[in-house]
């Protein structure tokens, strides 16, 4: 510990050089936590996922609608206890970019098989009652400011729902019970989207409760196999590959945005490792006058070692704190499909771990030639 200050004291040496390198160690941890808090968000709401839920949408797409008449046909499937639907409704809430998911359900049914979705008894009667009522997540109305009882406009986002603007009331301000439910969306009647739709008794994705979680895979495929060889074939998976399907749409994401951390940690590395080079080598006449004074080469190894690993923390902490405070649900909510992403303290924690581990990396090899020093040698060199 006595040499704490020594080490402290060639940290502030060169500030420029120290703050450049404090400086792309807190960019590195603060876009490793980033990408981990995106990956994060997906994966809690696959794993939030109920398994007594199963998806049935077009075997072709997302995007393309089916008959309502469906819903009958997977009722008569043996083993269903329930069953609603929704489809997507992509308005514009005065401007293009303001974008936030929007639904049109089945209310009363969906309601009652996502718990997760948490209203007052007073605001679910009131929703229901009204045709043109809507709830919104808690996260959406404090992003807007929307009350109960406040009414609001969409325009018409998808050319199937005609082009006459969309008002509603806000009935309800919804809290979501679990991962499973985002609470930055806003949902509405299916009926009142359906009878102002084009082409009338369309559903773009079909929830089915069934009693036994464990035949999950055989009721998908009782359900599919109804379809066959019809103009609306299906394809039906649990909520948990729906929701993992969905973040796949997005690409690879483990993939890709792990190589990104990955090739940004080799490269803050490369930018440590050389600024502790440039500091051994500033430093070998001072180093060899430190050996003849009588310092052990451990002790020199250390001294370099333990600056590259107190600029690295010091970046990890700066990158985790701007971390922590910037990618917060608040800021990115999500909606829809897409979960809120945040930050939390196990991002955080393996971010100041990584920075340690840059340091280390960075410092062990220039700490090494540094102890490894010739009196002699060195003396002749001019720093």
Known sequence: MKFVGLVFKSVRRNLRRTMLTVFSVAIAVFLFAALRAVLDGFHSAAEASSSTRIVTIRSTSLFFEMPISHA????????????????????????????FGQFAFDAESYLRMYPEIILT?????AFLEDRTGCIVGDGLAKTYGFKVGDPLVLKVGIPTYGREDFPFTVRGIYKA??????????????????????????????VTEIANPDKAAQMATDIDRKFENTANETKTDTEKAFVSQFAAMFGNLDLLLGSIALAIVITTLFVAGNTMAMAVRERTTEIAVMRTLGYPARTIFFLVAGEGLLISIIGGVVGATLAWLIVNPKTFGGG????????TGANVAVGLLLSALIGVLAGVIPAAMASRLKIVDALRRVA
């Open 72 to 99: 009958d046909v997977i009722r008569g499937v043996p083993g269903v206890r329930d069953l609603t639907w929704a489809n997507w409704f992509g308005g514009i809430y005065k401007d293009p970019k303001n974008f």
């Open 121 to 125: 008894p007073d605001e679910k009667r």
């Open 177 to 206: 019970g679990s991962n499973a439910v985002d609470n930055q969306t806003l949902m509405f009647h299916w009926k009142y989207a359906d009878e102002r739709a084009i082409v009338k008794g369309q559903v773009g994705w079909f």
């Open 336 to 343: 829809g499909f897409i979960p809120p992403f945040g930050v």
